[in-house]
């Protein structure tokens, strides 16, 4: 899809008939947006090399994914020009096959794409990794996030109830966006090889969120882990087959307060994702009388269920304000792998 097939407003346009005429279209979300004018697009693709260069394509309906196409949904959803190759990265990095996008933007089930920004540019755009970062109040994560959501679903041609069949859906679909706190754990990126203070995005196939408090007065690290655990074997038991669970990830959004608190024990990320792995498996390995109801799942069975595939599928980021209360975003049980790549400048070089 290139910038000459999206349609363009004048300046004079008014926004409210623009959004009716979008929708009508089959683009946008519901909520009000920024209408495209030929002067706005022209400065969001202001040094961009190559706007029509085909990056893949988007299920389920397979348009062709282009930066000019993302410049044009990152119009619509408020974002400034220095967004974009955020933007253009994390659409790039859902088309990854182990994302399953296509799985993802076609289920009954409610799954959303998130997106976690990681490095010196989040800091950088605005962005913000304190207080209220998946929430309201700050532009450019909620904007970046918007835009990913809306570029996927209209370059691919997800339109509820037609190829996006999801029964409910979640609020997370509109924007599910945040940054990574710098400490005190090495980031996501780093940890998965790609240096200390890398720009780069990680993607993840929400299934829900879910919030998790430490135990009632919190001194030791399993009081603060333990409540989290519980949660993510509570997914797994919602899930309708439990035995799901062990074939993904879980990610766990820890504050600085806690993160701090576990650092201080000497409780790293390895030894907090061992311990959320061990706890939570054997918390749904003994839910046995809960799980009578799942036909086909034996004695022994049971005793194999898992939370996440491997203590490394476990992942623990840190982001948030003031205070100790998690979130926990388990992946959609139907299957998709997150996927971390770097954020790569769009003009010549």
């Not at 299920?59 to 119009?75: C, D, E, R």
Request: charged share 15%; hydrophobic share 45%; glycine share 14%.
């Amino acid at each position: 899809m290139s910038p000459a097939e999206l349609p363009l407003v004048g300046a004079d346009a008014d926004a409210a008939a623009v959004l009716v005429d979008l929708l009508s279209a089959g683009h946008g979300d519901g909520l009000p947006v920024v209408p495209p004018t030929a002067a706005r697009l022209g400065a969001m693709l202001d040094g961009v090399s190559a706007p029509g260069e085909e990056l893949g394509l988007v299920p389920p309906l397979f348009g062709s994914l282009t930066v000019g196409s993302v410049a044009w949904y990152a119009v619509l959803a408020g974002c400034r020009p220095g967004e974009l190759p955020v933007v253009v990265a994390a659409c790039r990095a859902a088309l990854e096959e182990p994302f399953n996008l296509l799985g993802l933007s076609t289920t009954t089930g409610a799954p959303a794409v998130a997106v976690l920004v990681h490095g010196p540019v989040a800091r950088r755009l605005g962005m913000t990794s304190a207080a209220g970062g998946l929430g309201t109040g700050n532009r450019a994560n909620a904007c970046i996030g918007r835009a990913v959501s809306m570029a996927l679903a209209g370059i691919g041609g997800a339109a509820a109830g037609v190829t996006d069949m999801s029964t409910i859906g979640q609020p997370a679909k509109y924007t599910c966006c945040t940054a990574e706190a710098a400490r005190p754990l090495p980031s996501l990126a780093q940890r998965r090889g790609l240096g200390v203070d890398v720009d780069a995005v990680t993607v993840i196939g929400v299934g829900s969120v879910v919030e998790a408090l430490p135990g009632e007065g919190y001194r030791e690290p399993p009081s603060v882990l333990g409540p989290a655990a519980a949660a993510m074997a509570g997914v797994a038991l919602a899930s309708g087959d439990p035995r799901r669970a062990g074939l993904g990830e879980q990610f766990l959004l820890l504050p600085p307060e806690p993160a701090e608190l576990l650092s201080m024990h000497g409780w790293g990320h390895e030894q907090m994702a061992e311990f959320l792995f061990e706890q939570g498996s054997a918390l749904l390995q003994g839910s046995a009388p809960v799980l009578a109801f799942h036909a086909g799942l034996t004695r022994y069975a049971t005793e194999d269920l898992r939370v996440a595939a491997s203590p490394s599928d476990v992942h623990v980021v840190v982001t948030g304000g003031a205070g100790v209360k998690m979130l926990l975003l388990p992946t959609w049980p139907g299957g998709s792998r997150s996927v971390t790549v770097p954020v790569r400048a769009l003009g010549p070089g």
